[in-house]
């Protein structure tokens, strides 16, 4: 089997998504080959030349907006033409996000749904982590990402047999109230490393 990686993050290193790709092809039977792409760094013909090599496509990105990272869809953009004559190739999709609920990812799984449609693509399952930001606070299957293991364990066996399921939720095993706290603490602290007062990070401008 094929399979092509493609980080959905902005960031050149360091990212949530790379190390969920990273810690989900660690599980993957070894026989398999990988091309590993980066969505902001490399070129869409490149990425085509990898994902018409593949059985399965695995796109890993932060929720940004409730949405897709624009760089993202550009490259979707620019790859749907390029893939509409190929056949047989299956989506899976990662998406992280910062809200502990994974049910704030559902409407960006549902676009990566729409571009399956448009490109002739298979759609094969979703996994939607909440509380991205706690994903690389300890290794995939241990502590807090103990449920995420678990869902990386379900998605492993699906992207072998090319099955198509339902999208998986996961939250960590940590408290909602600890988690938040957590997260009010560290939006406090960069507001001050930029020169920002508490009840700055408070105002709500006027838009209009």
């Known amino acids: 089997m094929n399979i092509t990686y493609i980080t ?31 969505s902001a760094f490399d070129s869409p013909d490149s990425i085509y030349d990898f994902m018409r090599q593949s ?16 760089h993202l869809i550009r490259l979707m953009e620019q790859l749907e033409p390029m893939l509409k004559d190929q056949r ?16 704030q990812n559902h409407i960006a ?3 990566m749904k729409c571009w399956c449609k448009q490109t002739g693509l298979i759609w094969g399952q ?7 930001g706690m994903a ?13 293991g678990k869902a990386f364990d379900k998605l492993v066996l699906n992207i072998e047999k090319l099955d198509s399921r339902e999208t998986l939720d996961i939250t960590p095993n940590f408290p909602r109230f600890l988690y938040k706290t957590m997260a009010q603490i560290g939006w406090n602290t ?3 490393k930029n020169g920002l007062r508490r009840k700055d990070l408070k105002i709500r401008r006027d838009l209009q």
Not at 62 to 67: A, E, G, R, T
């Open 8 to 38: 959905g993050s902005p960031k050149k290193k360091g990212s949530t998504s790379r190390f969920l790709l990273e810690a989900l092809d660690q599980k993957i039977a070894a026989e398999h080959q990988a091309f590993w792409a980066d």
């Open 55 to 70: 059985d399965a496509v695995v796109i890993a990105f932060p929720l940004y907006v409730d949405s897709i990272p624009s």
């Open 88 to 103: 047989g190739i299956t989506l899976y999709v990662i998406v992280n996000c910062g809200f502990y609920e994974a049910e």
């Open 109 to 111: 799984i549902d676009m």
């Open 126 to 132: 979703a996994v939607a982590v909440g509380a991205g």
């Open 136 to 148: 690389q606070a300890a290794p995939v299957g241990t502590g807090p990402s103990t449920n995420l």
């Open 190 to 192: 960069e507001g001050k």
